[in-house]
């Protein structure tokens, strides 16, 4: 086996914004050679599958600027400074969807892009859902439209690249896979 | 259904790296107001699920610095410029594992963090594998250890937090999904 670490000799930091910050490293290299890596630092995220008493998912409509189009994702959103993945995904499922839920089981967590970025997505299932009256509110810049659809419009969406991002992607495979075992 | 494009007021470009670039876009919001937004562009990747003759799983071990930390991971690339995500496919899986394939089917494309980034993954499944020989080899500043594993010990290496990315949990749930769905 190789030895893979590589050890920081210098640091830089490019950027530091509202969500992400970015630097760029000197490294050396498990050959003693140098490189520089590239790297994007976010807070974290927490993503929900949330169904309905009638099996339906709750899918959150958004504009994505980074891609200038619209995408159709599950609920989400990042962490507050110090907030736990837990009560983040209660506050992001009241704040994109307007309902609560009786039931909030981890299912797991993944980075999203470890070639640059450390973003880790904390990822629940949410059973037992009401609305709830007078719910917290989006952030002000959030705009999103709300859909309820069944698991098979889901995977048509996937189809129509209306659902094209990974934890959306991953969430409607756990619903075809405890689908499939439960046959 | 509520409008929700952000018109772009102005875009600054803050870093222009060897793989990502960064801009800060000032946007105008559905209800009028402003907003700025922080987007990391780059140029897409691809992924391989390497299934061996004998039913073994290819997985790649490297560090990721962004995390300070080695993880598992199929067989993963980032696209050169121009180039067709079939025939990244083929180079990646050659650079980082020494195999060749006869089968190379496409499964899906997934942005990978659409909150900020737009970088977007294709993911495939490689069978018919056999060991190149004179196979080229990695970029210079890769260091890979390469393992052959069974679903359940892909299984394991998720519990342990070994595999840790969203595109290689993704490709284990696509394989269990299979082993489900052909019962």
Redesign the interface.
């Known amino acids: 086996?190789?030895r893979?670490?590589?050890k920081t000799i210098s640091s830089k930091e490019?950027?530091n914004?509202?969500?992400?910050s970015?630097r760029?490293?000197d490294?050396e290299?498990?050959?003693g050679?140098t490189?520089?890596?590239?790297?994007?630092?976010?807070p974290g995220?927490v993503a929900v599958i949330a169904v309905t008493d009638d099996n339906k998912i709750i899918l959150v409509?958004?504009?994505?600027?980074?891609?200038e189009r619209?995408?159709v994702?599950i609920p989400?959103g990042?962490l507050e400074k110090g907030e736990d993945p837990k009560e983040c995904a209660h506050r992001e499922l009241e704040e994109e969807t307007g309902y609560e839920c009786k039931e909030l089981e981890w299912l797991?967590?993944?980075?999203?892009?470890?070639?640059?970025?450390?973003?880790i997505?904390h990822l629940y299932i949410a059973k037992g859902l009401s609305k709830k009256e007078n719910a917290a509110s989006l952030d002000?810049?959030e705009?999103?439209?709300l859909e309820e659809v069944t698991l098979e419009q889901a995977l048509e969406y996937?189809k129509e690249k209306k659902i094209?991002?990974?934890?959306?992607?991953?969430a409607i495979?756990?619903l075809?896979?405890q689908e499939?075992?439960s046959k």
């Open positions: 086996m190789e893979l670490e590589e490019i950027f914004g509202k969500i992400i970015v760029v490293d490294v290299l498990p050959n050679k490189s520089k890596r590239e790297i994007v630092k976010h995220a409509e958004q504009y994505r600027k980074a891609m619209t995408m994702e989400a990042k797991t967590s993944f980075y999203t892009s470890p070639g640059f970025a450390d973003e997505i002000e810049d705009f999103v439209n996937v094209y991002d990974a934890k959306t992607a991953y495979q756990y075809q896979l499939a075992l």
